[in-house]
């Protein structure tokens, strides 16, 4: 098997995606390797981003989106009992 060579644009772009998603270069090349580094570098821009929204109180806390669902489910589930009456 041939040993991986990465060219220096891609090594510059392996080290700036594992400094952003707090990982080693090492680290971070398995997860390129499996998905690319297109999907690895939106992932890792859309957990910061879901991780700023948190610290900002943009999120729901999930005790009310499991209420918020639950809710939901009962109401699709009484609909569907009051139809088959």
Request: proline share 0%; aromatic share 10%.
């Given at each position: 098997m041939k040993p991986l060579v990465l060219s220096a644009a891609q090594q510059r772009r392996l080290e700036k995606l594992a400094q952003d998603a707090g990982r080693s270069p090492a680290q971070t090349l398995k997860f390129v390797l499996k998905?690319?580094?297109?999907?690895?570098?939106?992932?890792?821009?859309?957990?910061?981003a879901a991780g700023q929204a948190a610290r900002g109180g943009d999120a729901i806390p999930n005790d009310q989106v499991q209420?918020?669902?639950?809710?939901?489910?009962?109401?699709?589930?009484?609909?569907?009992?009051r139809k088959a009456a």
């Open positions: 998905d690319g580094f297109e999907f690895c570098e939106w992932e890792v821009r859309e957990s910061a209420r918020d669902a639950q809710r939901i489910i009962d109401a699709a589930q009484a609909r569907k009992s």
